[in-house]
């Protein structure tokens, strides 16, 4: 059974950094695609980034390059930096992971339980 475990919010301020983990377990193997996705309040969620095990991202059209997604496959993990935090940013964020394996899809199979991020002026 695969499990996600997100972490690594909170409340920040604008201008702040943060950074979040995703701890996968139950992979079967490494090839799975992972990804970030987060809702906004009173919005529907939205893709964020994704990841191959080879490295190969990319980001939604609404991120901009204060978003760096990254990997470490020996520790099943994918992490999300995000600089410059602006309170639009405020959201869950949800860890997500899917056998495919390509960043083309955007419905993922596998997904953690989000945390939250809130940016206060």
């Known amino acids: 059974q695969v499990s996600l475990v997100e972490s690594g919010g909170g409340l920040v301020q604008a201008g702040d950094s943060l950074r979040l983990s995703c701890a996968a377990s139950g992979l079967t193997s490494t090839n799975y695609v992972m990804g970030w996705f987060r809702q906004p309040p009173g919005k529907e969620r939205e893709f964020v980034a994704g990841?191959?095990?080879?490295?190969?991202?990319n980001y939604g059209d609404s991120v901009t390059d204060r978003f760096t997604i990254s990997r470490n496959n020996a520790k099943n993990a994918v992490y999300l930096q995000i600089d410059s935090l602006k309170p639009d940013d405020t959201a869950v964020y949800y860890c997500a992971a899917d056998p495919r394996g390509t960043t083309r899809i955007r419905v993922y199979r596998h997904w953690g339980q989000g945390t939250q991020v809130t940016v206060s002026l």
């Open positions: 990841i191959t095990s080879g490295g190969t991202s």
